[in-house]
């Protein structure tokens, strides 16, 4: 099956930036599908084993994090939806989503074991593993506040993958920057509580603190950067929402603070 990439593409381009992400993601998900991107981290795996996998596990763990304070709510069903149609599956396609969905609810879902296999796909590539985890707390993020045992168990998916603590509160951070950037429209910017939190510094640190934290950021999550060092094309979606939230995280800290 030639279409996980396009999938991955949609569901990293809708999760990220909407409709139009979906788009751009998958036609970039075709040309990984293709395999233009024939090296991956340890090289045991094909593009297409991983987008394969990438999917399956996805949503499974989307529906065992769903589940896992006893009930799957109306908002965790229609978030899983909106991601599923922002991918603009097939009926057949939403049907195999809806199945992995499903088996990640069932009790016995064997959590551990389904990330071991995943980690050991993506070789320790920590870009397509920090993707993983930003599509979980998307997810998450969508429905509302994050209880605790689904904040533990996105811990342990984090974990499993190499991600720590820190890390999934700065991409938490981006996702809830997403989110609200949405519900408040695009054009207002965001509170300087949540630009503080988006650029992982104290609002007591110093104007050249909050530069470095800035520089240090683009740099790591500079779209063609990504890709130069080997981020398939079809995940380039992801980098790029998160470059605008931290760009207008730091134009509200900027502004705050009257520094050039």
Known sequence: MQWFGKAIGGILGFATAGPLGSLVGVLLGHQFDQGVHTRLGGGASSPQQISRLFFEVAFEIMGHIAKIDGRVSEDEVRVARRIMHGMRLSPEQVREAIEHFTRGKSLGYPLDERLAVLAEHLGGRADLARA???????????????GAEKRQLLWRVASGLGIGRAEVAQIEALARAYEQ?????????????????????????????????????????HPDKLVARGLP????????????????????????????
């Open 132 to 146: 993983f985890v930003q599509i979980q707390l998307q997810a998450a993020v969508g429905v509302g506040q994050i």
């Open 181 to 221: 950037r949405g519900a408040r429209g695009a054009t207002e910017s965001a509170s300087l509580e949540d630009a503080y939190r988006v650029l992982g510094v104290a609002a007591t640190a110093s104007d050249g603190e909050v530069k470095t934290a800035y520089r240090r950021l683009m740099n790591q999550h």
């Open 233 to 260: 094309e079809s995940m380039a979606s992801v980098a790029e929402q998160k470059t605008l939230e931290i760009r207008a995280a730091y134009e509200t800290v900027k502004a705050r603070r009257g520094f050039k």
